[in-house]
């Protein structure tokens, strides 16, 4: 899932190769990498009250993807400069139009300009593509899928929120608490703040994840606020660790939170 910076330098004359910036636009055209196409995070996700971080319509996407050139057949680098939760989104969606093998660029834009990589601030000449994808439906779940497996032995519901969102301290919705069951795992854990945002070892991730009986053989089931944080959490239990069942509930506790029907624990 990864690829290093140094190794993005020696390939940036690849012409396969679409490297999209998540940045924002003020980001981008203050510098970004050389070749890099800019794509709004809003492009691939939006709001349906209360909801947030729903998927785009399939034909709104269509135009996203076809405006940067994206097609089948390239090789995507994503990244952003907020710990690739946006670049991981970029994944997300790719995945649920059944296209893997994208990649993030580990430590996005902070550890390619740690290593002094060079950037350019002119905006990267695009041909537009004409893609046509349709959405898979291979791991996004729903409200009802939610309450169906809640007392699911076989199932864990992995809250990557802060421990204030968790235990109901930070309000972010109509309601405070979790999804009845959910095991807590922040996102930002698995990052290595001392390498400027990288993750950390394979081995220490398995480690944390497994000290909370976070494993392989359970069908694990992601959110968060948005179905943002989440997403670099779903990205890396399927593509950096094979966590074959790996799902994600992308209405999030923007929905559940704000459901005065749907059971909570504090």
Known sequence: MLLQPKELAQRLDDPNLLIVDLCGKESYLSGHIPGAVHLEYDEISVARLPAQGLMPEISQLNVSLSRIGYT????????????????????WVLSELGHDGALLLDG?????????LPTENLESSITSSNFQGKYQGRAEVDKAYVLNHLNDPNTIFLDVRTLGEYQGTDARASRVGRIPGAVHFEWTQVLDKDHHLRFKPKKEIQAMLEALKVT???????????????SHTSMMLKYMLGYPKVKGYVAS??????????PIEI
């Open 108 to 116: 996005g834009l902070k550890a390619w300009l740690a290593e002094n």
């Open 72 to 91: 089948p057949e390239k090789q995507v680098i994503a990244y952003d400069s907020v710990g690739n939760n946006q670049a991981a989104r970029l994944l």
């Open 253 to 262: 506790w923007s929905e559940w939170g704000n459901d005065p029907e749907t």
């Open 216 to 230: 392989p053989d359970k069908e694990i089931v992601c959110y968060c606020q948005k179905y943002l944080r989440a």
